[in-house]
């Protein structure tokens, strides 16, 4: 018989976090779960830790494969998965005891397509409550809360996989900035009844210091951004909808003035090809004349700026 729940874990050079990870799914109180353990082409000896895993434990299936970015390695997970319910964990976070049995009950008991839950984000700066209840059960409503007010991961959700088999939704190749997202939204967007358990199930291990400038970016190719965009648009297709988009690409904006000085060029290409989602957005209008400025040449802003954070 296939288990009630896939868990499915992608991996990356986490030799030594992976433990912990899978420590913490094989302690649920729920047993009726396969655990797939993607490695996406470690070379720091995660691998074998895997492994030695699977062999004491005939849950595991562990998957390895080269290095193909995340998006390829959610996908490889995916098509592995036998279970009813999936949900995905990053091999740098842990989740507590009750999880996978509180989820699944509640997906039973509502017949939910999709089950929300709470989680606790721990980075520099301390442990954090992040509060993720829906505002509604019907799916059209809780779209209307992602890209503004949920979180976009796939790590707090139970979802039921005939959704996927039922529309033929992949992964898109490439994007690895946000695919998560793209397909809650992808199919928040088939229509499903969508539950929540008000409890932090997931500990999200951010491990950084928040506080630090010098964190506030990590760079990532515009084409993905520009990608995410074209990937969702076609789903986010109501007024209220392009609203909650132009606050997302508004952000983005606004992240790229940290780009490096050597990406400037494509940065300020991305801002003129939506620069007017920036104009339609909510950003406060002092920090849309500093994107405006910045990316028509007065790039000593980005300085000043630094400067400030340094003196606070």
């Known amino acids: 018989m296939n288990p009630k729940v896939s868990v499915i874990v992608i991996v990356y050079n986490a030799v030594g976090l992976i433990p912990r990870c899978i420590d913490s799914i094989l302690a649920q109180s729920f047993r009726d779960f396969e655990l797939i353990v993607v490695d996406d082409g470690s070379t720091d000896g995660t691998d074998a830790v895997i492994d030695r895993y699977a062999l004491s434990d005939g849950r595991i299936k562990p998957l390895h494969q080269r290095n193909m970015g995340v998006a390829a390695a959610r996908q490889a997970g995916l098509d592995l998965a036998s279970g009813d319910y999936s949900i995905f964990v990053d091999a740098d976070d842990w989740i507590e005891p009750d999880m996978l049995e509180s989820m699944y009950d509640r997906a039973v008991d509502d017949c939910a397509g999709m089950v929300f839950c709470d989680y606790v984000e721990e980075n520099g700066l301390g442990t954090f409550y992040r509060r993720q209840q829906p505002t509604s059960s019907d799916s059209a409503k809780v779209l209307e809360q992602m890209l503004v007010s949920l ?7 139970l979802i039921d996989n005939d959704l996927y088999k039922r529309s033929g939704f992949r992964f898109i190749p490439g994007l690895n900035y946000c695919e998560d997202e793209c397909m809650i939204i992808r199919l928040l967007s088939l229509g499903c009844r969508v539950s929540y358990v008000g409890k932090a199930f997931y500990h999200y291990d951010k491990n950084s210091n928040a506080g630090s400038i010098s964190n506030l970016w990590a760079y990532r190719p515009v084409e993905e951004y520009d990608l995410f965009i074209k990937s969702c648009s076609p789903y986010l297709d109501t007024p209220e909808l392009q609203k909650n988009l132009n606050e997302r690409i508004a952000a983005t904006i606004k992240k790229l003035t940290y780009a490096p000085a050597d990406k400037y060029g494509e940065c300020q290409a991305f801002y003129r090809r939506h620069k007017a989602a920036l104009m339609k957005s909510r950003l406060s209008l002092p920090k849309k004349l500093f994107c ?17 954070h340094n003196k606070h």
């Open 151 to 157: 979180h976009g991961g796939m790590v707090n959700k």
């Open 292 to 308: 405006m400025l910045y990316f028509n040449g007065f790039r000593f802003l980005a300085g000043l700026r630094e400067s400030y």
